[in-house]
C-alpha cells in the first residue's frame, strides 16, 4: 500500500523559512517524480514543484521560484521542500504527490500558516 | 501560469449526466494530451479520477469519463449518484514544464 506522510508543517512569521518532509513507503520511490501541490484555505489546487526520480531535474511554479527548493533523499525515501521568504499567501495544506503527468497518490497533507 | 477555466458549479438528479468543461490554451491542454482530473470531497484528500484526457485509473467507475477538443478537456459523470457530489479539478502539463490545474468545479447532486 502507497503511503506518503507529510511533516514540517507550522505557524511562522512572514519572511521565515520551515522545511517539509514527506516519507514514502510502499512503492519504488526512485523509480518516480515526486510534487508538492498545495491548496489554500477555501482555495483551488495549486502546483508547486517537481523533482525528477534522480533528483537532478527541478520544476517550480513562477509563485515559488527563487524562495523554495525541492529535493530528496532516495536512501531514506523521502521527499523535502525548503521553503524560505514566506508570505501570507503561502499559506495553505501542502500535499505529496507521486507522479510527473497525473498525481496518482496523495498524502494526507501538512499544514502551513504564515501569519504574524 | 494562469489556472484552467472552469464553470463554478454544475449540478444534475440523480441519474442524469453532467459534463464539466476545462479550458486552456495551446501552451497547455491544447498542446499535450497529458491532461487529469480530481476528485475532492470537503476535508479530503484529492483523488485521480482520469489521466492523460480519457484514462480511468483502476477502481474508479467507469461512469466517470474524459474528452479533449482543442484547447477544452471534458469530464463526464454518467448516472450521476449522491457520492459524487465533490470539488473536480482537471489539470494540465504546460510547455514551461509546469503543472496548471483548473479553478474548480463544485458538483451538486440535487
Known amino acids: 500500500e502507497v503511503q506518503l506522510l507529510e511533516s514540517g508543517g507550522g505557524l511562522v512569521q512572514p519572511g521565515g523559512s520551515l522545511r517539509l518532509s514527506c516519507a514514502a513507503s510502499?512503492?519504488?520511490?526512485?523509480?518516480?517524480?515526486m510534487t508538492w501541490v498545495r491548496q489554500g484555505p477555501g482555495r483551488g489546487l495549486d502546483w508547486v514543484s517537481a523533482?525528477?526520480?534522480?533528483?537532478?531535474?527541478?520544476f517550480y511554479a513562477d509563485s515559488v521560484k527563487g524562495r523554495f527548493t525541492i529535493s530528496r533523499d532516495n536512501s531514506k525515501n523521502t521527499l523535502y521542500l525548503q521553503m524560505n521568504s514566506l508570505r501570507a499567501e503561502d499559506t495553505a495544506i501542502y500535499y505529496c504527490?507521486?507522479?510527473?503527468?497525473?498525481?496518482?497518490?496523495w498524502g494526507q497533507g501538512t499544514l502551513v500558516t504564515v501569519s504574524s | 501560469q494562469s489556472a484552467l477555466t472552469q464553470p463554478g458549479s454544475v449540478s444534475g438528479s440523480p441519474g442524469q449526466s453532467i459534463t464539466i468543461s476545462c479550458t486552456g490554451a495551446?501552451?497547455?491542454?491544447?498542446?499535450?494530451?497529458?491532461v487529469s482530473w480530481y476528485q475532492q470531497h470537503p476535508g479530503k484528500v484529492p483523488k485521480l479520477m482520469i489521466f492523460?484526457?480519457?484514462s480511468r485509473p483502476s477502481g474508479v467507475s467507469n461512469r466517470f469519463s474524459g474528452s479533449k477538443s482543442g484547447n477544452t478537456a471534458s469530464l463526464t459523470i454518467s448516472g450521476l449518484q449522491g457520492e459524487d457530489e465533490a470539488d473536480y479539478y482537471c489539470?494540465?502539463?504546460?510547455?514551461?514544464?509546469?503543472?496548471?490545474f483548473g479553478s474548480g468545479t463544485k458538483v451538486t447532486v440535487l
Open positions: 510502499g512503492f519504488t520511490f526512485r523509480s518516480y517524480t
Open positions: 523533482v525528477s526520480n534522480s533528483g537532478g531535474s527541478t
Open positions: 489539470s494540465s502539463y504546460t510547455s514551461s514544464s509546469t503543472y496548471v
Open positions: 492523460d484526457v480519457s
Open positions: 495551446r501552451s497547455d491542454v491544447g498542446g499535450y494530451n497529458y
Open positions: 504527490a507521486v507522479g510527473w503527468y497525473y498525481f496518482e497518490y
